[in-house]
């Protein structure tokens, strides 16, 4: 059955925005890569994270990321994102089933708020490796395809495993204060507050 849509292309941000927010609830950044929970990021929890993830694009195993793979992965989350949405499965997105999801959307960002602080207001900047994280932790299609193609240095088309791999490395060894492999919560907040008092310092002057 051919879906249709009730709410017309509102839908396309509805669904972006919800995944958003989902994905925010998981944790904070690159430290998303945190696999035992310790609080701290090694290289081993990170690399393994980036091979997930390159994994989930690199859907033949040939080792680089295809202008059609990145396509049919886009596709493949909005497919997922309608399913979710279109709770009693007939194909269609009724506008109770809408306000549904929007809610879901709305208490999740909440949660997300109360995680960042008790003010609801971040903690500054994110650090290059927390953007880089983010777009490929969350279901932002149109973020995560903007940093697919920031990834393609040689601007081929293709994003090899090296190109995938570089600027989340990179970051990790700029946190890496002590260069000992592991990057704690402490040196990923100092990191953090590099990159915000870099930000301020390129603001225009009032």
């Known amino acids: 059955m051919k879906k249709k849509l009730f709410i017309g292309t509102a839908l396309g941000g509805m669904i972006v925005a919800g995944s958003m927010a989902l994905a925010a609830t998981a944790g904070h950044g690159p430290m998303r890569a945190d696999a035992n929970g310790d609080g701290n990021l090694t290289k081993v929890e990170l690399v393994a994270s980036i091979n997930k993830h390159f994994a989930e694009f690199d859907k033949n ?41 929007h809610e879901s959307r709305m208490e999740k960002r909440g949660d997300h708020m109360g995680m960042r602080g008790h003010d609801g207001t971040d903690s500054g900047a994110d650090s290059g490796m927390d953007r880089h994280h983010k777009g490929m932790e969350r279901g932002d299609m149109h973020h995560r395809g903007g940093r697919m193609a920031m990834m393609d240095a040689d601007k081929d088309g293709i994003v090899t495993k090296a190109e995938f791999d570089a600027k989340a490395l990179k970051m990790f060894t700029r946190a890496d204060a002590n260069n000992d492999g592991t990057v704690t919560k402490a040196e990923h907040e100092a990191a953090r507050a590099a990159m915000m008092k870099m930000h301020q310092s390129k603001q225009p002057a009032n």
């Open 61 to 101: 195993g040939d080792g680089k990321i295809t202008q059609d793979e990145r396509k049919a992965e886009r596709e493949g989350r909005f497919e997922d994102h309608f399913k979710a949405m279109d709770k009693d499965g007939n194909g269609q997105i009724s506008m109770a089933e809408m306000k549904t999801a």
